[in-house]
């Protein structure tokens, strides 16, 4: 059985599991007044920054429904992390448009619900916590093929808990909670990157940009005593692939790591290859960001390539 002879954890990088915008549907504090102001706002801006858009279909779309006393999305929504379009039917004379919440810090669907039950339930008003921020809006409205009383947004989602709302766009502010959405993470279908190591030097085939996800690697060692062991190297701090070279004197000389170079997580999941005697696979997962691919042997260090990974 291979064994793993770099170093498992040195200062490595949480994954970013939500995105955190300034635009949130209210502060956590404030009044009611304070609240209207910024919703509103917001939804005037959205009305006149129309963007068009002639990729999305509506049967593909997201339902939410707003019948003027209650909100409702499909019973146990749920999609995939990227760019998804919500179709908004608004079958009421209150002007009203909808909201995506992400919700963070280990809260849930529940904890929106006992709010709203606090300032006395559907189509009151209420303050926003900081821990639902609304997700991004990538396209601020989506033109489409819709009935008078529909409109449509596209939000880019990241993966975790959701919530979907309805709210005012006139005094008196009301919101309505129309259900949870769960967003699960999107299958990517990474390309395998081939890495081979003969004990004096390192190189690599395949990709050298891929999205942040679980990248496979697949080492070929071909000096046969089983040693090596490949990972990825994080650079930051504004740092360069170059910077990291620099630290050696010559490949495979072993070298104190400076605070600007962090290893990754690794998941040990399996790669969809079948493994010869002399090669490795495993998936590592990475942040957005340049990195360094590095081979080691427990007794040296060989940087083999420059890896960018993409935000998505």
Known sequence: ????????????????????????????????????????????????????????????????????????????????????????????????????????????????????TENGGPGNSWAGPPWAPEALISFQTVEMDLAEDQSALRYDLVAGPHAVLAFSTRSPLAIWLCGPLTVGNAEVDAAIIDVTFDGDECRTSGPTVVPAAAQPFVLQDLTGEGRADVRTMAITDDHTYGDLLDLQGEPGEYVPLPDWAEWPLTTFESVDRELGDNELGKKLLLEPGVHGIVVGTGKGLWFCGELTVTGS
Not at 3 to 24: D, G
Not at 64 to 70: C, L
């Open 1 to 116: 059985m291979r064994r793993n002879l770099l170093p498992l954890t040195t200062r490595p990088s949480k994954l970013v599991l939500v995105l955190l915008l300034a635009s949130i549907i209210t502060t956590g504090c404030g009044s009611a007044d304070s609240t209207q102001t910024s919703i509103q706002t917001e939804a005037t801006s959205e009305t006149t920054a129309s963007t068009a858009d002639d990729g999305p279909d509506a049967d593909e779309a997201i339902e939410v429904i707003f019948d003027g006393a209650t909100c409702s999305v499909p019973a146990s929504a749920e999609t995939t992390a990227g760019s998804r379009v919500f179709v908004f039917t608004n079958q009421s004379d209150l002007p009203v448009r909808m909201k995506v919440m992400a919700i963070t810090d280990d809260k849930t669907y529940g904890d929106l619900l006992a709010i709203e």
